[in-house]
């Protein structure tokens, strides 16, 4: 079941992240967040008319997506950055893209024109679930974060929702 983020999911969105925080670079984040961190990140990304998802199985959740907006600028407000989140539990199982259908065609009813999906490189598994999604690599950016003491890529890939 995929639903609009509420209040008290925010404990369970911060155990699933705090995952990839600690033990992989797909975050840039290098300290764990807190339950109300993602509260106060859910009511700001809801608070701009933006979606925030959540994954439940057997009322957990175990999967999350939501977008940002892309830049401040006024000319972006067209654009935004999506970023999903599973539980170690159930990757590989398709959420992922589900959870992406889900917050593209929010997005898309809402109007917005581009995604933009950043993926710290290597990481096959994402890249092939943005291109599954229909995303085209468009950038690549070459030892731009610092972490666990080396430097990693970071590409990014992107979807117009309208042609």
Same mark, same amino acid.
């Not at 967040?33 to 957990?60: F, H, K, M, N």
């Not at 581009?114 to 092939?128: D, K, Y």
């Given at each position: 079941?995929?639903? =609009?983020?509420? $209040?008290? =999911?925010?404990?369970?969105?911060a155990h699933i992240y705090n995952h990839y925080i600690e033990n992989t670079a797909i975050s840039f984040e290098e300290k764990? *967040?807190?339950?109300? %961190?993602?509260? @106060?990140?859910?009511?700001? *990304?809801?608070? *701009? @008319?933006?979606?925030?998802?959540? !994954?439940?199985? =057997? %009322?957990?959740v175990v999967g999350y997506a939501y977008a940002t907006k892309w830049k401040e600028r006024s000319a972006y407000r067209f654009s935004v950055e999506a970023s999903v989140y599973l539980s170690n539990q159930v990757r590989g199982r398709g959420l992922g893209a589900k959870l992406y259908e889900a917050i593209f065609a929010k997005l898309k009813e809402s109007g917005i024109h !581009?995604? &933009?999906?950043? &993926?710290?490189?290597?990481?096959? !598994?994402?890249?092939?679930l943005h291109e599954k999604?229909?995303? $085209? $690599? *468009?950038?690549?950016?070459?030892?731009?974060g610092? $972490?666990? %003491?080396?430097?990693? %890529?970071? @590409?990014?890939?992107?979807?117009?929702?309208?042609a």
């Open positions: 079941m995929i639903r =609009d983020a509420a $209040k008290g =999911d925010s404990e369970a969105i764990p *967040v807190t339950g109300s %961190d993602i509260q @106060g990140r859910i009511e700001a *990304v809801q608070g *701009v @008319g933006l979606p925030w998802l959540v !994954a439940g199985e =057997d %009322d957990a !581009a995604v &933009i999906g950043g &993926i710290t490189l290597p990481n096959p !598994a994402s890249v092939a999604m229909g995303m $085209k $690599k *468009v950038a690549h950016f070459e030892r731009v610092f $972490k666990f %003491d080396q430097w990693h %890529d970071v @590409g990014y890939w992107q979807l117009n929702l309208y």
